[in-house]
Structure formats: C-alpha cells, structure tokens
C-alpha cells in the first residue's frame, strides 16, 4: 500500500509536470508537435467514429428508399403496360385513320419515323444559328428532316437538317435568320411566318393579318401547310407585339422560343425515311396491308361511321389519341406532337366526331 | 480483467463520451464519462492506473478543443489521484459514495477548470450554469452505472 502510494505520488508529480509545461508553452514546438501527435492518433477514433454513425444512421432512410423505389417499380410496370396497350391502340387507330383517308380521297401524308440523337458541338460563334448532332446518314437522316427538342413533357420545333454526313447532321436552328416556318397563333388560329433574326434569341412572325388582335403569351405552333414540320408543334409563345408600320400591308410580333437553344442537348429528328438497319426488321407493315379495304364510296364510308359512333356510345372503349381522328394532324407518327388543346378529348364517342 | 477487455473499454470510453457530446448533448450538458471512469478505475485498480489512464483521456479531449491544451489532461490525473486517497477513507465499491465523490469531484474540476483558465489564459474559464449544475449529477448517475456493470465487484484493497 505504501509503494502504491508513494508510485502514485511521483506519477502525479510527473503528470501534473507535464501538464504545466503543455499549458505553459502552448506555442511552441514540443507541444505543437505533442499535440499534433496526439491528435494523429486520437482523432481518427472521432473521425472514424462519425462515419460510421453516419452510416447507421442512414440505413433506415436507405431501406425506406429501397422499399419506396420497389412500389415505385411496380406503377413503372403497370404503367409500361398500359403504355403497350396505349401503343397497340394507337397503331391500330392510325391504322384506321390511314384506311379511311384513303377511302375519302384524301392524300395521306408520308409517316415520318422518329429518331433521338444528341448535340454534339455547338459553335460559340454561330449560337443562335445552328447545332451538330450525331446521326447522319447511317441512322436514316436525310437533308430537311424536321428535328425537335423537349421542354418538360412537351416536344417543340427546333429547327431542320440542312447537311448530313454518315454519322452526323447539321441542325440549322429556327432562331437562324435563313430559317423560316409557316406558323399560327393559338388566339385566332392566325397564319404567319416564323423566321430568325440575325444573332438574337427571338423569332420574328411576319405577315399577319393587320386587323388581328394579339395578346403577349399567345402561343405559336406549326401550321399545317409547313412542309417541313408536323402539324401543331409548339414553336414559341409571343413576347412582344411589334409597333405597327403604316407602310406594310401585315404586322409582326416577336416571339420567345419554346426551347433555348442553349439548353439544348438532346432532339428528335422526324426521318422521312427509315435507316437501312430498321427496315431490315419487318414493322407493323404486313399488318397495315392486311387491314386494306376495297375501294368504297364516300357515301359507303359515312354509313360506316355513323354505324360506329352508334356502336361506341355505350362502350367502354378507351379513348383513342386525338391525332388520329385528327384530319389535318397527319400519320400517327405526329400524335405525341399535337398541343394540349387538341389533345384533350372528353370521351371516346367526342373524340371520335 | 484480461488486456483485451481493458483496451476496449478504455476505447469504448473515448467513443462513448465523443458520441454523447456530438450527438446527445443538450445546452451543453452532457455525462464526463471519462471523469466517472476515472473515478471508478481509481476505486478499483488504484489511482496509478487510474492517473495513466485520465491522463491519456485527458489528452483526447484537449486535442479536440483549441485552448488550454494539457488541462483535461492535468484535471483526470489529478482526479484520479484524489480518488486514489479517497478510496482509503471511504470504501468507494459502494455505489452511494462513489457516486457522491464522483459528484463532489465533478464540481471540482470545474472549479479548478476554471482556475487554469484563470491563471495560463487571463481569464476565469466559466463553462456555464448549465453545464456546471447538469453535469455533476449526471457523472454520479454514469459512475453508479457504470459501477453496477463492473464484472469483478468487490476486489480486495
């Protein structure tokens, strides 16, 4: 007991020494580097320690994102579901519609056949002008292809392919003064062109008629007599209603594009035609040949529809997309393209007149 | 008690008390597990040990604070060292006294806590009401708790 204690004294004396001397000289070196070396050793525990509380205390939260990205898995199934069923329907409306286009006398537009492809350089120079993406011949884009972009759920006007080279294209931007659309306003379904401004980001719509009564924010989408796009693409909302010039027999607006051509990276080109590679895969073709009728009369055709707008009336038939009972709006192919108000169908015997 | 079980303990320590202080420290007050450990291993092993160990624990908590390094250090060995002359006065196997020194040595680190700030850094180092009059009785209660788990109760003076 008397040794312990008399250790204990001279290891007191010694630590609180020690001590004194840390709390005495806390500049300098020796105790800098006491206390650097303390802290390599004794930090890593708090170091360490944190991490993997850290990860304690993430577990649940990632459980519950595993459990939540499970149920969220299975509405993605169900919905890739009704998307097959959505996609069958639409084809055999389109199908439908092809057939009675036909049968009216009315020239059925060619289909176009949709590809994505990403911007592959953008000239600092030329901004507003036009964009490089890469697909090009070998995936079926040939020059004057219609190319889209995507805001949010919408697809929207971007501008047309004016040179194509086997793996890459040439975008020429509507915002380019050479490009020009043949659009309309959503107010009064008003006729103009659409065309670019040399180095600005706004669009100019010309020949208007001059009694016309235009609000900012209307919104402008291709016409159905543009050539190169679908019909009902969105291009731009107006922005500015330019000052009337007595000497010009049309008024003009300047319109802000839908899409900013700097936030664009990825389009959509309508090909006119299929890549050698996807024709070598047979398509719904035999099937839209084998739905061939015969040749009938307009008369015969009437009586076929008022039949079947009898017959749907109680159904429940699933509503049919509106492009294609759409006249004016094309092949299937452009059925996601139309605007939102077109779209809206209320019930499938609407939709169907 | 085997050296294995010693080493995890006194790690186990340093991450208890680093847990409580970062994660479950209310307005400051938070148990000195390291005090209450020291306190008991002075009870049980004798104050040497308990002057070595504080002094280590001591260290880890001045490495983690920016001033008066060497304070803690100097406050767990002498608390040790107290403890150590204590246990031959009062039998600290029991719970109920050493909870009571273990309160009454609590209230004395801060005071002497206090009087190193005062004297190395021109100041009087006051941690707070909170902390002052929280702090102490929650080391008694970690010291009875931790008394209960010890596995050797009892050991022969």
């Not at chain 1, 204990?8 to 004194?20: F, K, N, P, R």
């Not at chain 1, 389109?94 to 059925?108: H, P, Q, S, V, Y």
């Not at chain 1, 392919?161 to 294209?169: E, K, N, R, T």
């Not at chain 2, 929650?138 to 010890?150: E, S």
Request: contains cysteine.
């Amino acid at each position: 007991m008397q040794r312990e204690s008399r250790i204990a004294h001279y290891v007191v004396g010694v630590l609180t020494a020690l001590s004194l001397v840390l709390l005495s000289l806390p500049l300098s070196s020796y105790v800098r580097a006491l206390k650097a070396c303390a802290g390599y050793v004794l930090d890593p525990l708090s170091y360490e320690g944190e991490r993997g509380y850290q990860r304690l205390a993430q577990a649940p939260e990632r459980v519950r994102e595993m459990l939540s990205a499970q149920i969220e898995n299975g509405h993605l199934k169900e919905e890739l579901r009704a998307t097959a069923w959505l996609k069958t329907t639409v084809e055999s409306l389109a199908i439908e519609n092809d057939r009675l286009r036909r049968a009216l006398g009315f020239k059925t537009p060619a289909p176009r056949h949709p590809v994505w492809a990403h911007v592959m350089e953008r000239d600092p120079l030329h901004w507003y002008s036009s964009v490089s993406i890469d697909a090009g011949e070998d995936r079926g884009v040939s020059l004057n292809d219609a190319v889209l972009g995507r805001v949010a759920d919408a697809v929207v006007a971007v501008g047309r392919v004016v040179d194509v080279s086997p793996h890459a294209a040439t975008v020429l931007l509507l915002t380019d003064e050479r490009s020009a659309v043949a659009a309309y306003l959503s107010s009064g379904t008003l006729e103009g062109l659409v065309q670019g401004q040399q180095s600005s980001e706004r669009l100019l719509m010309n020949y208007i008629n001059p009694e016309a009564r235009i609000a900012a924010g209307d919104s402008v989408y291709t016409s159905p007599t543009s050539v190169t796009f679908p019909p009902d693409v969105l291009i731009g909302r107006v922005a500015e209603i330019n000052q009337r010039d007595p000497f010009l027999a049309f008024q003009s607006v300047q319109i802000a594009p839908a899409l900013e051509a700097a936030s664009l990276q990825e389009v959509l080109i309508l090909r006119a035609h299929p890549s050698v590679a996807e024709t070598a895969v047979p398509p719904a073709a035999p099937r839209a040949a084998a739905f061939e009728p015969p040749a009938v009369s307009s008369a015969t055709v009437a009586a076929i529809l008022a039949k079947r707008r009898r017959r749907a009336t109680p159904g429940p038939v699933p509503a049919p997309p509106p492009a294609a009972v759409s006249a004016s709006s094309g092949t299937a192919a452009s059925a996601p393209f139309v605007r939102a108000s077109t779209a809206a169908a209320p019930s499938p015997t609407e939709a169907r007149r | 008690m085997s050296s294995l079980r010693a080493s995890a303990l006194f790690v186990g320590a340093m991450l208890l008390q680093w847990f409580w202080n970062t994660h479950l420290s209310y307005w400051g007050a938070a148990p000195q597990f390291l005090l209450a450990a020291t306190v008991l291993i002075a009870a049980r092993r004798g104050p040497v040990a308990a002057m070595l160990v504080g002094y280590v624990w001591g260290l880890y908590s001045d490495v983690l604070r920016a001033d008066l390094f060497g304070a803690d250090a100097l406050l767990y060995a002498l608390v040790g060292y107290a403890a150590g002359l204590v246990r031959r006065q009062i039998d600290l196997q029991t719970t109920a006294p050493l909870a009571v020194v273990v309160l009454l040595l609590s209230w004395l680190y801060f005071v002497l806590r206090g009087l190193l700030g005062l004297v190395f850094v021109k100041s009087f180092y006051w941690a707070g009401w909170i902390p002052v009059l929280a702090t102490p009785p929650m080391n008694a209660v970690a010291a009875m708790i931790a008394d209960l788990m010890w596995e050797n109760r009892r050991m022969p003076r």
